[in-house]
Structure formats: C-alpha cells, structure tokens
C-alpha cells in the first residue's frame, strides 16, 4: 500500500468536512491515472465528486473534497489504477 500524507482543512472529521490528501504517485503509474486527454481524472473527478490535480514534476495527486468522497477516490486509487502489481 502506498504511503499518504494528508492535511485536514477541518477539525471535524465528520464525511461531511473539508478534507485534502496528498497521495505520492509512481512516475511509472502517471499515465494511467491521467488518461488520454485527462479523460480518467476527469471521469474520476465526477464519480467521486473531489477536486484532482496532478503535479507530474514531484509524483504527487492532490485529493480535495468532502471528506467521505476523497476517501472513497483515495481507496479506488490505491485498489485500482496505483495497485501494486
């Protein structure tokens, strides 16, 4: 499981509080999780109802959102597109 480094905007961490996660992404796993033409953050962006942005230089995806939907984006990541093979 990849390691995370999160920062709560909020100090309720009821679902319904702000939240951001900082998920660290291998080079190599960069593309899947963006798609061709942003296409798969874009959709997962949607389906999860959170902001994603993608910083390519250092690895890193910010997750931002009510708190229960960026956790549930953040456990499909990591169970679907940055699973370990």
Do not use: N, W
């Not at 963006?34 to 997750?63: A, N, P, R, Y």
């Not at 960026?70 to 597109?81: D, K, S, Y």
């Amino acid at each position: 499981m990849l390691p995370i480094t999160s920062s709560m905007h909020s100090t309720d961490f009821a679902a319904g509080a702000e939240c951001v996660i900082y998920v660290p992404v291998p080079q190599d796993k960069v593309g899947r999780l963006i798609g061709k033409g942003g296409e798969k953050v874009s959709s997962m962006s949607k389906e999860f109802h959170t902001k994603i942005e993608v910083d390519t230089k250092q690895g890193l995806v910010k997750l931002s959102g009510l708190s229960g939907d960026v956790h549930a984006l953040h456990t499909h990541l990591i169970l679907g597109p940055l699973a370990s093979e």
